[in-house]
């Protein structure tokens, strides 16, 4: 089998983990026990890492979309010899409905087929190998039907509700016919191998279940601000990226998808990251998901604890953990060839200025709503952090795209650096006596004159990436999102101006810096963003829905889009991208709120 590209694959969630099932029906990528665990499918990264392919033996037209407001996927194949359907899922918990959702998700991966016409032959192809690859297993048939995968710490259970499944010797590899009217279903479920046994569900009863799980969370989410279908549809795999437990986002579901094809800029981003918060914090409300929005808010304040002298962390892992020390699986060979591939990620070993100022600017956002939540912990978090702020923001930094080359003085990190003080200091109300609200105020007024002094070119006419620098980086969109400059000064517009100009396409997508391999999403939406906040209504309109355009058939966004292609690069499906699109869609209606 060919590759498939990243464009290619839908998402499946069961808000533990989640899965990428290609046009061509083979499930490429699947890590069961947690967004971050070891993968059982990891064809995504070598062809040998391990796939189940459900699908014709001969070519097919597909068509696939996902049932409204879930994330489970139908696809079909259209055959010389007929029509069949193949509907995929990460079954739901019994009963699971509302914020249940995930909680007690069961890890079984449900495929079930239906014959839409005619008489068509389909062909299985389940070839698991867990440890990313590492492991082949022994297959073994069971007396009532199933097989069953075992290797390292894994059971994985295979079941059909149709033909008898036959194992081969490392793998169950078979051929069997569907016609109009019949349905054959498939449940696989993963345990550990010294654990409990695996859950056992009716395939079609499941699916089912699962549906009304997805359908009962959404209903409970509404949204009628502009482009309500694209910003229910971002909140959907906002969720799905959600690790339910916790209430972490994982930045996205895959490790080590390349920026560029072959190039070596491949990261693990199956974690959460603080930078990330505000905006997060910001899309789940305006996708009416407060409850999402707390339970994220609880996540980072415990996972940071007590604020000392070291930074804080730029990201966590989904149960808060700190060390996620980075190392390379040298057996792999990297989707098309982009070696090498990372589980892990250090940079959050790195000094980030700016993740101080995301955390504050999330509290801020959401103080109204934490009432009697805003306690003696809290309190102190927020101090920690702005006394941190204080006595850092001088010092260079790895900046929000974490080059791992040396420190600079960024100028976002130093805006962000802005925020936190100038956040702080409109809560400090509710921090009690240790708040420094003056000696904050007057460390906030330096930094703002530092960077409208040191943070413009003369000679570019805009804010660049780093003080000193003559480089263009889109970075800069945030100073009037972050309410540091409006978009109508005049020097803010001829930054927006020149960003756009210098880092754009013609297709409405905008790279970070000038060298920058492809279009990063994210970038765009704040683009549209900037433009509202100038007043350019028919501009962002115009880019914005050129963006929605560069979403695959089932409107996922990975991180970026290649300029030459169109095609979808870097990790699937990418939380920010989806972030950007929300809150970009809600500028529309809301110009002014930051």
């Known amino acids: 089998m060919d590759q498939s590209t990243i464009s290619d694959y839908g998402f499946l969630s069961d808000c533990r983990s989640g899965a990428l099932v290609g046009r061509d029906g083979s499930v490429d990528w699947w890590c069961p026990d947690r967004f971050d665990a070891p993968s059982v499918f990891g064809r995504l990264l070598d062809p040998e890492a391990g796939h189940w392919r459900l699908a014709p033996l001969g070519p097919s037209r597909v068509e696939r979309a996902y049932r409204p407001d879930t994330l489970v996927l139908r696809t079909v194949h259209h055959t010389p010899e007929g029509s069949v359907a193949v509907t995929d899922a990460l079954a739901a918990e019994v009963g699971a409905r509302g914020h249940q959702l995930g909680m007690n998700s069961p890890a079984v991966l449900l495929r079930v087929v239906e014959g839409l016409s005619g008489r068509v032959r389909m062909g299985l192809d389940f070839a698991p190998r867990p440890e990313y690859g590492l492991l082949t297993p022994y297959v073994h048939e069971k007396p009532d039907g199933a097989v069953v995968a075992v290797a390292g710490p894994v059971a994985l259970t295979l079941r059909s509700g149709g033909p008898a499944l036959r194992a081969g010797r490392d793998r169950v590899r078979q051929e069997f016919e569907v016609a109009a009217g019949q349905c054959v279903g498939f449940d696989l479920a993963y345990a550990p191998l010294y654990g409990d046994s695996p859950a056992r569900l009716d395939p079609l009863t499941a699916l089912a279940e699962t549906v009304q799980a997805w359908e009962a969370y959404r209903e409970s989410h509404g949204y009628d601000g502009p482009y309500v279908e694209q910003v229910r549809h971002g909140a959907t795999v906002l969720t799905g990226l959600t690790y339910a437990r916790s209430g972490a986002v994982a930045a996205a579901l895959t490790t080590s998808l390349p920026e560029r094809c072959g190039g070596d800029r491949n990261y693990d981003y199956r974690y959460s990251w603080l930078r990330d918060f505000a905006i997060t914090i910001r899309a789940l409300w305006v996708a009416a998901c407060p409850s999402e929005a707390n339970r994220l808010f609880a996540w980072a304040a415990r996972s940071i604890g007590r604020v000392g002298d070291q930074p804080v962390p730029v990201l966590f892992g989904l149960e808060g953990e700190r060390d996620i020390s980075e190392h390379e699986l040298g057996h792999l060979r990297g989707y098309a060839g982009s070696r090498p591939v990372r589980i892990g990620n250090d940079a959050w ?234 809150n970009a869609a809600w500028r529309f209606s809301d110009p002014i709120s930051p």
């Open 349 to 582: 070993r790195q000094r980030q200025l700016d993740v101080p100022g995301e955390v504050i600017s999330a509290v801020w956002r959401m103080h109204e709503h934490l009432g009697e939540t805003f306690d003696e912990e809290l309190r102190e978090m927020v101090i920690g952090l702005a006394e941190q702020v204080a006595a850092t923001w001088r010092l260079p930094d790895r900046g929000m795209w974490e080059t791992r080359d040396v420190d600079r003085h960024y100028l976002s990190s130093k805006v962000l650096c802005w925020v936190a003080l100038n956040r702080a200091i409109e809560l400090a109300p509710r921090l009690g006596e240790r708040a420094d609200a003056p000696r904050w105020a007057a460390i906030r007024d330096e930094i703002r004159e530092t960077v409208l002094r040191d943070g413009w070119n003369d000679r570019i006419g805009a804010y660049t990436g780093a003080f000193g620098s003559t480089e263009l980086d889109a970075s800069a969109l945030l100073l009037p999102m972050t309410q540091f400059l409006p978009a109508t000064d005049p020097r803010m517009r001829s930054t927006i101006e020149a960003v756009e100009r210098e880092l754009g396409t013609d297709q409405g997508l905008l790279r970070r810096w000038g060298t920058d391999p492809a279009g990063f999403v994210l970038c765009s939406f704040w683009l549209v963003e900037c433009l509202m906040m100038a007043g350019e209504e028919d501009r962002a309109r115009r880019l914005f829905e050129q963006m929605l355009g560069h979403a695959n058939d089932v409107g996922l966004f990975a991180e970026q889009v290649d300029l030459r292609t169109g095609a979808q690069l870097g990790n699937m499906p990418q939380a920010l991208s989806h972030i950007g699109l929300i």
